[in-house]
């Protein structure tokens, strides 16, 4: 039996274990059928909406022959509760420290996706759903997209870069804020920077004053450019943060400056529409290709003749969430 291993954030797993993974999931892509994980299942447990996540990730336990199990919080399950120590007298029936070891009998293997409140950052910060199941789980779990990380569509994210740029190391990577007439989480763009940091890509994280991503995020990611003897820069112009990219990530999120006070932060946002990807702002790039991860407010975040041109890599970055989490799901739970 394989010692359990989770997958929290790629920051849990060095360069040489994520490049293996990535090496693994090209190699999987293209082979898509095998029995790697054979008789092995996995419980899909979300407390919020998905497209991506849940379709790749049963297609990937299909694939390779093993079995998916999806759970909607509150819908095919009891409502859960995180904090510890809670006198469970209100809406959640259910501990998610009983729920992660109840399931840990079941089957194989957790995956969880639970979305910030977007209203307390000291709350949200600790991360506390996926870390209790992690904490509580006898079984590997597997982070489908928690208040700070994003980890699987990272892995899927730089899978897209090796195939389109080749090797990342010393190329321009372009993490840039856009309106979106909603607050996001971090979740996404972080994982998105300290993957490319952590692969050696000139790092540039291009946003309104505001923005920035946190202080611990930008330290890590900092850090891991320090050690690649890579580049990090913070800009808040578009235009000139864009220059000279090789790949422009396009996401928006939300002000740690205002967190939890939207009402005043949409007044600030509805200044800034113009933050948004356009042919005018492709054309500064070193002829860059265009990512998000999807879904995207087109003609908001994006225009259609950029996330519709060429230069778009939208769909290969959906279609290699699937292969890459074959690979990570093998590396855990299989037998290659």
């Known amino acids: 039996m394989k010692a359990k291993r989770n997958f929290i954030t790629t920051e849990d797993w060095s360069k040489d274990e994520l490049d293996s ?30 497209l991506r996540t849940r379709s790749s990730f049963e297609m ?15 819908q095919d399950t009891w409502k859960l509760e995180h904090k510890l120590g809670t006198v469970m007298d209100g809406a959640s029936s259910e501990h998610i420290k009983d729920a992660s070891k109840v399931l840990s009998r079941y089957g194989d293997a957790i995956a969880v996706r639970c979305f910030p409140g977007m ?21 590997p779990v597997i982070n489908m997209e928690s208040s700070l990380y994003h980890p699987c569509q990272g892995l899927a994210d730089m899978m897209t870069i090796k195939e389109n740029i080749g090797e990342p190391k010393k190329k321009k990577f372009v993490l840039t804020w856009c309106y979106h ?62 220059e000279d990219a090789d790949i422009v990530y396009a996401k928006s999120w939300g002000s740690l400056e205002h967190y939890g006070n939207w009402e005043y932060e949409n007044k600030i946002r509805e200044k800034l529409k113009d933050w948004k990807i356009t042919k005018d702002v492709m054309k500064r ?27 778009s890599v939208v769909y290969d970055q959906a279609e290699n969430r699937l292969h890459a989490q074959k690979a990570l799901l093998t590396s855990i739970l299989g037998d290659a």
């Not at 293209?30 to 790697?36: G, T």
């Open 119 to 139: 209203t307390d950052w000291e709350e949200d910060a600790k991360d506390s759903v996926i870390r209790g199941f992690a904490e509580n789980a006898t079984v």
């Open 181 to 242: 007439p909603k607050p996001l989480p971090m979740s996404v763009p972080n994982s998105a920077a300290l993957i490319s940091s952590t692969f050696g890509m000139d790092v540039k994280i291009v946003c309104p004053e505001g923005y920035e991503l946190s202080h611990d995020v930008i330290k890590t990611i900092k850090n891991n450019c320090a050690r690649e003897n890579s580049d990090f820069e913070l800009v808040h112009e578009l235009d000139k943060g864009v």
């Open 285 to 311: 790039t070193n002829n860059a290709k265009f990512m998000h991860c999807l879904p995207v407010r087109r003609n908001v975040v994006v225009d259609d003749d950029v996330i519709d041109s060429d230069v």
């Open 60 to 74: 990937a336990m299909f694939q390779c022959g093993g079995s998916a199990v999806n759970l909607s919080v509150g």
């Open 21 to 50: 993974l990535l090496n693994l999931a090209l190699s999987l892509k293209k082979v898509p059928y095998n029995e790697h994980l054979k008789k092995k299942s996995l419980f899909m447990v979300f407390f919020n909406p998905s």
